[in-house]
């Protein structure tokens, strides 16, 4: 499959991920038909001036529902029929994954179930579903390779995640779907979930409230840049598992046209490095609230991308002061009437 034109279908278009896939896809030249469920997670204005944005783009389609809904999806997937899924609609959050679990396994379990279905109904060229850092749990061998064992996750997040990756191999495999998980480590950017940790720390310093820093501080993230991020996912995309895998790499299945590759910086950063960034660019210090880790959460994430880099030739390398720069100048612009 070349990087000619193609009608790509992007689940989440109206998320963070999403948003900013789309983006890069119209530029590319694909057609992008989206699909959202505009839940009210978090602020569904920020949603909705993302798929604003996106619909300035005459190649942009997209439709509003839930993926719990097997038949109206069906009738998306008929009506439009797409080359290539890429599956990034879920209900994310680690910490919130405590507080309302059956979200989880409602969109993160049937939903993703019906994508698949889909993609089976109608033959797609290549399903392509986001997985996370999360699934390796309370692995502490770093950095974190895609052929280490993922048997130990530490939330339902993580673990419908890891589901997720074991239901679409059998996939796969019962119907000959090439098949491409990514695990996706801490991304950050410009429109990014006001749940997220760069949000809420540039947000507090700006309103001068505590934010809070589990831990104590002692976390390293691989932080990784969405433009960076979206950028593996584009390429992705041409990289398609085949039938017979002679040359087995770290996370290439030897039984189906299914693969799982690692998105991350390859850096990790310590916490309190990144909250120093913020004040460095705000030019105004934090009100600092040292707090014990979080239940399900983890000290470190580290990723090995060279499955990544050689698949595409391509690893993201974005510095976190670039990004944390980009990111600040964004939240200036886009809630400077809010401040």
Not at 65 to 72: A, C, K, P, T, V
Not at 74 to 92: G, M, N, R, Y
Not at 196 to 208: H, P, R, V
Not at 287 to 300: A, C, E, L
């Amino acid at each position: 499959m070349s990087n000619s034109y193609k009608k790509i279908l992007v689940t989440g278009s109206a998320g963070f991920i999403g948003f900013h896939l789309s983006s890069l896809l119209l530029e590319q030249g694909h057609r992008v038909i989206g699909f959202d469920g505009m839940t009210d997670y978090y602020d569904v204005n920020l949603k909705e001036r993302r798929h604003e944005i996106l619909r300035e783009n005459d190649e942009f389609s997209c439709h509003i529902g839930m993926l719990e809904n097997y038949d109206n999806l069906s009738k998306i997937f008929e009506k439009e029929a797409p080359d290539i899924v890429v599956h990034l609609a879920a209900q994310a959050g680690v910490r919130y994954s405590l507080e309302n679990p059956r979200a989880y396994i409602d969109s993160n379990l049937i939903g993703t179930f019906n994508v698949m279905e889909c993609a089976r109904e109608f033959s797609v060229k290549h399903l392509l579903m986001a997985s996370t850092s999360s699934v390796y749990g309370a692995n502490t061998l770093m950095p974190f390779r895609e052929d280490m064992p993922t048997d130990t996750p530490l939330t339902l997040y993580a673990a419908t995640k890891k589901a997720n990756e074991s239901m679409a191999h059998s996939y796969s495999h019962l119907w000959k779907i090439p098949t491409t998980m990514f695990r996706f480590f801490t991304v950050y950017g410009p429109w990014g979930r006001p749940d997220m940790a760069l949000f809420k720390f540039t947000k507090g310093i700006i309103e001068e409230t505590p934010i809070d820093i589990y831990n104590h501080g002692d976390m390293y993230r691989d932080f990784t840049y969405v433009e960076d991020l979206v950028r593996a996912i584009s390429l992705l995309i041409d990289a398609v598992p085949g039938h017979i895998l002679e040359n087995s790499d770290n996370a290439t299945s030897g039984v189906a046209p299914y693969r799982v590759v690692n998105i991350g910086n390859s850096t990790k950063v310590k916490l309190l490095d990144f909250i120093e960034e913020i004040e460095k660019v705000l030019e105004k210090k934090a009100i600092r609230n040292y707090m014990d880790m979080q239940k399900g959460d983890v000290p470190k994430t580290w990723a090995d991308a060279s499955l990544l880099k050689s698949l595409t030739g391509f690893q993201p390398q974005t510095d976190f002061k670039d990004g944390v720069r980009k990111f600040v100048s964004w939240y200036l612009e886009e809630y400077s009437k809010k401040i």
